[in-house]
């Protein structure tokens, strides 16, 4: 299994510009995640969603933040239009459904925006 | 709200030394509990999960405990390396059950 994959792992772009990142779950996994990890405010849960449907979005800071998930094997985070204090690392993770399973991370993509 | 605390920040021991890092969460209602290691730039790597009705798990020098009542785990590290040098969170599933609530971490450095 080649775990949690995310692209591109490292971004860096101008403020006002549009980014999307990618994340690729665990095949057979029903839940995904999409954290965000800054210095000041630790890992912070954007959105999750089970069996492809977004279930809680109360993470999401603002409307230029959106994320979908068309398959059971992809999702996107993307921001439009970026900022300065978008930056940070975004995580991806996913896990099965039961209490008796853990979490797999990805690798992260970090987001600088310049 | 559930909230995760780490206790301390940071830590520095000299090798050899078995080190206790703790985590205290303020909603006892959790389904389970889990500790996550992480180098610097790089991503989450698992460490234990400790399911609601365990008290305890083990992987090699690694031991963490869970006690719910009192809103508590450890993770202990037994013989402290060089290697061991990481920041290492816990994360509990909130009360419904899916989404890991972290904390801010510890970040462990163990000189030679």
């Known amino acids: 299994d080649a775990g949690v994959i995310q692209s591109p792992r490292h971004e860096v772009t101008e403020m006002g510009q549009e980014v999307t990142l990618r994340c690729k779950p665990i095949s057979g996994h029903d839940y995904l995640f999409w954290y965000r990890q800054t210095m000041m405010r630790g890992l912070e849960l954007l959105i999750y969603?089970?069996?492809?449907?977004?279930?809680?979005d109360s993470g999401m800071p603002e409307d230029r933040f959106s994320a979908k998930m068309p398959n059971a094997s992809f999702s996107t985070l993307k921001i439009q239009p970026s900022e300065p204090r978008d930056s940070a690392v975004y995580f991806c993770a996913s896990r099965e459904t039961g209490t008796n399973y853990g979490y797999t991370f990805g690798s992260g993509t970090r987001l600088t925006v310049v | 709200k559930q909230e995760v605390t780490q206790i301390p920040a940071a830590l520095s021991v000299p090798e050899g030394e078995n080190l206790v890092l703790n985590c205290s969460f303020t909603?006892?209602?959790?389904?389970?509990l889990q500790w996550f290691r992480q180098d610097p730039g790089k991503g989450l790597t698992s460490l234990l999960l400790?399911?609601?009705?365990?008290r305890e798990q083990t992987s090699g020098r690694l031991n963490a405990s869970l006690d719910k009542s009192s809103g508590r785990s450890t993770l202990y590290i037994a013989a402290s390396q060089p290697g061991d040098s990481a920041t290492y969170l816990c994360a509990v599933f909130n009360q419904a059950g899916t989404a890991l609530i972290f904390g801010k971490g510890t970040t462990l450095s163990v000189s030679s």
């Open positions: 909603d006892s209602a959790i389904y389970n």
């Open positions: 969603f089970n069996n492809n449907v977004p279930i809680d």
């Open positions: 400790i399911q609601s009705s365990q």
